[in-house]
C-alpha cells in the first residue's frame, strides 16, 4: 500500500497520530510519505489530521482512492462564540495503532532527541471553555506507559490534560523521574489538586518547564494558597514555572490584569490565552494585553499595562 501523510496544522509541533500511522504501516511493509500536491503520485489512502480548529482546511486536491480525516480540529466546531464537541465526526485510531511506538523520523528537526505523547487522557473539570472532557471523558485516567513513546531520548515533551487528576499520578510520575529526562509538562497542570505529597514529587522530575493555569477568576482564594506552597516547596522561579491565564471568556479586563499582576509577583510568568481569537482584532485591548504579557522581555520592561497600551 501506498500512503501520503497530511499534517494541516503545518510542521510546527510534531502530530503525534500521524507519527504513529507512519510506524504502523512502515512495520506492515507499506510505503510512507508526505503528501506534496506537485510531486506524490497517486495513492492508496492519504490520512489528514488537524489539531486547531481554527486551521484552515487543507485547500489542494488529494490524488487517493481514499482520504481520512482525524484529529481535534475536524471534530470541534465554534458556534455562536462557542466551541462544541461533534462526536460523530471523532475518528479514533485503532488500539494497535495508539499503542504503537511514534515514527518521530517524521520530524527530524523537532524530535531530536526528543519524545512527545500522553499517558493519560481526560479531565474531570468539564469546563465550559474546554473540550477535553466531552470529547476524551470527564476523568482523567491513565493510557500508557511512559515506554510506550519514549526510548532513551534526553528530553520528554508531556501533552496530557490533567496528569495529575489520574489516581495513578504517583506512578506516572515516578516514570518520569526514573526517565532522567528533562521535562516538559506543556498543557496546564491543575494546580487547585495539587498537595505537598504531589509537589514533592514533581521536584523530583528533572523539569524543564512546567505549566499551569488559572482560568477561572472566581478561583482565586482555592488557587494562590496553592500556588504559594508549590513555589515553597520546589523553589522554582519564572524561568521553569508559567500559568496559562484565560482570556475574553467570563472575566472583565481588571480581572485579567489582576489575575497577571498577582501571578508576577509570586515568581510565576503569566501567559495570556485569548477564548475565541477570531471575535478580536489585532487593536482590541485583550490582544494588546496578550502582546504586552507573552512577550516577557517587555512584561519583565513596563511594569504596567497603561505604560504600555497604544
Not at 519514549?150 to 489520574?166: F, Y
Not at 521553569?240 to 497577571?260: A, C, G, M, P, Y
Request: with cysteine.
Amino acid at each position: 500500500m501506498k500512503v501520503g501523510l497530511i499534517d494541516v496544522d503545518g510542521h510546527h509541533f510534531p502530530n503525534i497520530p500521524l507519527m504513529k500511522l507512519s510506524a504502523w504501516h512502515k512495520a506492515h511493509g507499506d510505503m510512507v510519505e508526505w503528501y506534496e500536491p506537485l510531486f506524490s503520485g497517486h495513492l492508496d489512502r492519504v490520512y489528514m489530521s488537524k489539531v486547531f480548529s481554527f486551521t484552515e482546511d487543507y485547500p489542494y486536491h488529494i490524488r487517493a482512492d481514499e482520504v481520512i480525516k482525524g484529529g481535534t480540529g475536524y471534530c470541534i466546531e465554534t458556534i455562536n462564540g462557542m466551541e462544541r464537541y461533534q462526536k460523530d465526526k471523532d475518528i479514533k485510531l485503532p488500539d494497535e495503532i495508539e499503542h504503537t511506538y511514534p515514527d518521530y523520523t517524521l520530524y527530524p528537526k523537532l524530535c531530536t532527541d526528543t519524545a512527545y505523547g500522553f499517558l493519560t487522557r481526560g479531565c474531570p473539570r468539564n469546563c465550559l471553555f474546554c473540550h477535553v472532557a466531552a470529547k476524551e471523558g470527564a476523568y482523567a485516567v491513565k493510557v500508557s506507559e511512559l515506554s510506550e513513546f519514549w526510548n532513551g531520548q534526553k528530553r520528554i515533551v508531556l501533552c496530557d490534560p490533567n496528569l495529575i487528576a489520574c489516581k495513578d499520578w504517583q506512578s506516572l510520575i515516578q516514570q518520569l523521574i526514573d526517565s532522567k529526562a528533562k521535562v516538559n509538562i506543556n498543557q496546564g497542570v491543575d494546580i487547585r489538586l495539587m498537595t505537598a505529597e504531589k509537589a514533592k514529587m514533581i521536584k523530583r522530575m528533572k523539569i524543564d518547564s512546567i505549566h499551569f493555569a488559572w482560568d477561572r477568576y472566581e478561583d482565586k482564594d482555592v488557587v494562590l494558597p496553592k500556588f504559594r506552597m508549590f513555589k515553597e516547596i520546589t523553589g522554582w522561579g519564572p524561568q521553569k514555572t508559567s500559568v496559562f491565564v484565560l482570556t475574553n471568556f467570563d472575566t472583565t479586563i481588571d480581572q485579567d490584569l489582576e489575575r497577571i499582576y498577582t501571578l508576577r509577583d509570586m515568581g510565576y510568568n503569566p501567559y495570556v490565552m485569548i477564548y475565541n481569537k477570531g471575535s478580536t482584532n489585532k487593536n482590541d485591548v485583550v490582544r494588546q494585553m496578550q502582546r504586552w504579557v507573552n512577550n516577557r522581555r517587555i512584561f519583565h520592561t513596563v511594569k504596567r499595562f497603561e505604560e504600555y497600551q497604544v
